[in-house]
Nanobody, 124 residues
Framework: QVVLTESGGGLVQAGGSQRLSCVAS????????MGWFRQAPGKEREFVTT????????HYADSVKGRFTVSRDSGGSTVWLQMNDLKPEDTAVYYC?????????????????WGQGTQVTVSS
């Protein structure tokens, strides 16, 4: 069993930055890919980014490319999402997820474990 705990959400003004953290506990996730998703009110959960188990491969949704950066620690248990130049449309609950596999995952169904989510609100 893997437990994921996100932190770092809150209220930020448009154009500002925020850094989210996700810590995995329980079973080791050092060999698994991880990802971030988000869900705005009334919308489906959408892919934001994914990172390989080694941290060397990443992929981003077009909507966040160039503004968001995903990374993970050498032990593989912590992943961060650095968000810059935030926009009101980035407002959502952000979820961290672990994929029981080495390769990147781009859909919610690709992931096996999920955190409880952290709210990010960007004011205009």
């Amino acid at each position: 069993q893997v437990v994921l705990t996100e932190s770092g959400g809150g209220l930020v003004q448009a154009g500002g930055s925020q850094r989210l953290s996700c810590v995995a506990s329980g079973r080791s996730v050092s060999r698994f890919a991880m990802g971030w998703f988000r869900q705005a009110p009334g919308k489906e959960r959408e892919f934001v980014t994914t990172i390989s188990w080694s941290g060397t491969d990443t992929h981003y949704a077009d909507s966040v490319k160039g503004r968001f950066t995903v990374s993970r620690d050498s032990g593989g248990s912590t992943v961060w999402l650095q968000m810059n130049d935030l926009k009101p449309e980035d407002t959502a609950v952000y979820y961290c997820a672990v994929r029981h596999g080495y390769d990147l995952g781009y859909a919610a169904d690709d992931y096996d474990y999920w955190g409880q989510g952290t709210q990010v609100t960007v004011s205009s």
